[in-house]
């Protein structure tokens, strides 16, 4: 009776837990697994003689005493023919053998359910004949027999395919099989003179259990890790892809900024010229020597001119950093505000020359050149600093100002901002801001070794989650 009541405890509390497990995961295993011991918690209970026997009562009132009997007989094997059913399922689906065998899987699930079928009709055949023996018979020499050559299929199967958890599950089923036959046998052949049977049959759920849990956690963490794999692939995907479509963006500004860049200077900046060339012939000719100051003041203004489009050509097209690199375009660039707005601007950067991709430098320049047009049109500063420092594998760049500062969370993301925070997003970097009324400062810190170099990185990524999507 205390191996019983375990038992009966056993199965409540793995209908509860596979519930819970099958609501998580969604993983029909587990319904499976609660369905199982749905129908064994049913059988155990029909074990127990007040219950069975009160409804073979109950159902005399309905069909008559010598009917109830044999109903009740055949449905209590039936039950069993349920949760093996089912226990099956829960084994071929647990040990992964349907996705590892397809078609042993298959063909097992039909014959399942070829069995099931079969003995639902033979059952109603032999209830008619008011044959339970026969019934039992049938279940004895065909059933059983099946059932354990596929067991021993299995067990073959899932010790040559299955993964780790595989060693707990069949130890369990193991035990349980060898339990459960024992306790057939001890209570169909009395000869055998076993004391309490169906005792054997309790021990052998218990074990079971007790291994099945084991198996579970394990196979539990499987799941999370391949889930959690899968999911790290779709993220990393999804960020190569927004990757790939900003680099396609910023490529196609740059390449623009050098079109007008080539425009200005071949086009508007050769005409000015061309103006300044005549007007000084006008000059030395002195065709026009009556309007010689408004001569003068036309000069200036061309040569202002040129001197603005030359530096918005550079600007847009930076050939420094081919000829110089990122250190010495970006002092040069500084030297120019310098001039040009009378902001002194201290510039800071390694002693030795760094080896950076062409699109690294690229892009920290953008990110400098328009925190210092932000420096030049908002700040009102006199002084700012441009730092670059080197700590491998982290370039740490710093630009600060002496200017009046601003509300970094009131402050909306204007062009200028937006450009920065896109190429910040690109080199996959870190932005920090920290403004008040004594200045204002960024520092953006790049991870050279994350730096997304071309497309690679993405085809390498798409055939990860193409093989993930296929593995689960």
């Given amino acids: 009776m205390f191996v019983w009541n375990m038992a009966i405890s056993f199965q409540i509390l793995f209908i509860i837990l596979s519930s819970v497990i099958f609501a998580y995961l969604r993983d029909k295993t587990f319904r499976y697994y609660m369905l199982y011991n749905s129908f064994l ?30 109903f009740t007989h055949i449905l209590n094997f039936f039950i069993q023919i349920i949760f093996y059913h089912f226990y099956s399922l829960f084994a071929l689906h647990f040990l992964d053998l349907n996705r590892l065998t397809r078609k042993y899987f298959f063909t097992v699930v039909k014959i399942l359910r070829a069995l099931l079928l079969f003995f639902f009709v033979f059952g109603i055949i032999t209830y008619y004949l008011t044959d339970s023996d026969l019934y039992i018979s049938l279940y004895t020499f065909l059933y059983l027999p099946i059932m354990l050559t596929i067991f021993v299929i299995t067990v073959i199967k ?13 130890i369990g089923v193991c035990a349980y099989v060898a339990f459960a036959l024992t306790s057939f046998i001890g209570s169909f052949v009395p000869s055998l003179n076993i004391p309490l049977p169906m005792a054997f049959f309790y021990t052998g759920i218990a074990i079971e259990t007790i291994f099945f849990s084991l198996g579970l956690a394990y196979k539990v963490k499987l799941i999370n ?98 000829n110089f690199g990122l250190f010495g375009a970006t002092e040069i660039l500084c030297k120019n505000i310098e ?66 500062g601003f509300d970094v969370h009131a402050v909306s993301n204007g062009i200028g901002l937006s450009n920065i925070l896109s190429r910040v997003r690109f080199l996959n970097a870190r932005l920090k801001r920290e403004s008040s009324p004594a200045g204002t400062q960024f520092m953006i810190t790049v991870n050279l070794n994350q730096f997304p170099e071309d497309s690679e990185a993405e085809n390498s990524a798409k055939n990860a989650l193409k093989t993930a999507k296929k593995n689960s």
């Fill in 339 to 404: 001039q040009l707005y009378h902001i002194k601007i201290d510039f800071t950067f390694p002693e030795e020359e760094l080896e950076l991709a062409k699109k690294t430098e690229i892009h920290v320049y953008r990110i400098i050149q328009e925190l210092l047009n932000n420096v030049v049109k908002h700040s009102e500063a006199k002084t700012a600093s441009v730092e670059i420092l080197y700590n491998e594998p982290y370039l740490m760049i710093t630009v600060k100002d002496d200017g009046k």
């Fill in 41 to 70: 918690l049913l059988y155990l209970l029909t074990r127990d003689d007040y219950t069975y026997f009160t409804f073979e009562y109950w159902v005399a009132d309905f069909l008559g005493f010598r009917n109830a009997e044999v």
């Fill in 158 to 170: 899932a010790s040559k395919y299955s993964d780790k958890h595989k060693h707990f599950f069949l």
């Fill in 225 to 322: 890790d391949e889930r959690n794999r899968v999911r790290n692939l779709v993220t990393r995907h999804k960020h190569q892809q927004h990757i790939t479509k900003l680099q396609g963006l910023l490529e196609g500004e740059e390449t623009e900024r050098k079109r007008l860049a080539q425009e200005l200077h071949d086009g508007i900046a050769g005409d000015l010229s061309a103006i300044k060339y005549n007007l000084n012939n006008l000059k030395v000719e002195n065709r026009i020597s009556e309007k010689t100051e408004l001569l003068d003041d036309i000069l200036v203004t061309i040569d202002k001119s040129c001197r603005q489009i030359r530096e918005i050509s550079h600007n847009l097209s930076p050939s420094s950093i081919a």
